[in-house]
Antibody, heavy 117, light 107 residues
Framework: EVELVESGGGLVQPGGSLRLSCAAS????????MHWVRQAPGKGLVWVSR????????SYADSVKGRFTISRGNAKNTLYLQMSSLRAEDTAVYYC??????????WGRGTLVTVSS | DIQMTQSPSSVSASVGDRVTITCRAS??????LAWYQHKPGKAPKLLIS???KLQSGVPSRFSGSGSGTDFTLTISSLQPEDFATYYC?????????FGQGTKVEIK
């Protein structure tokens, strides 16, 4: 059974940093692109970033470009999101999701990041 | 970036009703569109990919259609477990973008 479990969320001050992790199991992790999607309180889903299967190619939403870095450890079946220069507007539940050609077929339950002083 | 516009933003419906949600892309995306169902506190669930391909295990009362810029998600007979928020998402080009969501509420 495919399972994605996010961790690493919490309370951080504006300007601070945080690293999210997503542990994957139940599938051949190294064969899939992976994504991060977020949802601010009371708002809709927003795509954040993606990484290809071997980690050599990435893409970012303009709102996080230059501040967030997506990476992966295929030996550990883990996806990461390094977030820096955090702002109040980055407050959200962050989901990791498995990608395929035309969508995101499995999602985790998310981890909450709160940026506040 | 490609903008995705969903309508309506919310709909009140009764069990057994037919519900239709539309999604419009700001430019042509062929059939690179997915639909998701999201309930509070849960992981979003992929319902339909490639505009009309029903995912395994998704009830047949859900269907998707469209290509280019205009797409539709239809729930043919609304069931109690279908009350949720639905999102479209384009997968034509990065950055992938979602519609703003349509909340299906109990009438």
């Amino acid at each position: 059974e495919v399972e994605l479990v996010e961790s690493g969320g919490g309370l951080v001050q504006p300007g601070g940093s945080l690293r999210l992790s997503c542990a994957a199991s139940g599938f051949t992790y190294s064969s899939y692109w992976m994504h991060w999607v977020r949802q601010a309180p009371g708002k809709g889903l927003v795509w954040v970033s993606r990484i290809n299967s071997d980690g050599t190619s990435t893409s970012y939403a303009d709102s996080v470009k230059g501040r967030f870095t997506i990476s992966r450890g295929n030996a550990k079946n883990t996806l990461y999101l390094q977030m820096s220069s955090l702002r109040a507007e980055d407050t959200a539940v962050y989901y990791c999701a498995r990608g395929f050609t035309s969508g995101l077929d499995y999602w985790g339950r998310g981890t909450l990041v709160t940026v506040s002083s | 970036d490609i903008q995705m516009t969903q309508s309506p933003s919310s709909v009140s419906a009764s069990v057994g009703d037919r519900v239709t949600i539309t999604c419009r892309a700001s430019q042509g995306i062929s059939y690179w569109l997915a639909w998701y169902q999201h309930k509070p506190g849960k992981a979003p669930k992929l319902l339909i990919s490639a505009a009309s391909k029903l995912q395994s295990g998704v009830p047949s009362r859900f269907s998707g259609s469209g290509s280019g810029t205009d797409f539709t998600l239809t729930i043919s007979s609304l069931q109690p477990e279908d009350f949720a928020t639905y999102y479209c998402q384009q997968a034509n080009s990065f950055p992938w973008t979602f519609g703003q969501g349509t909340k299906v509420e109990i009438k």
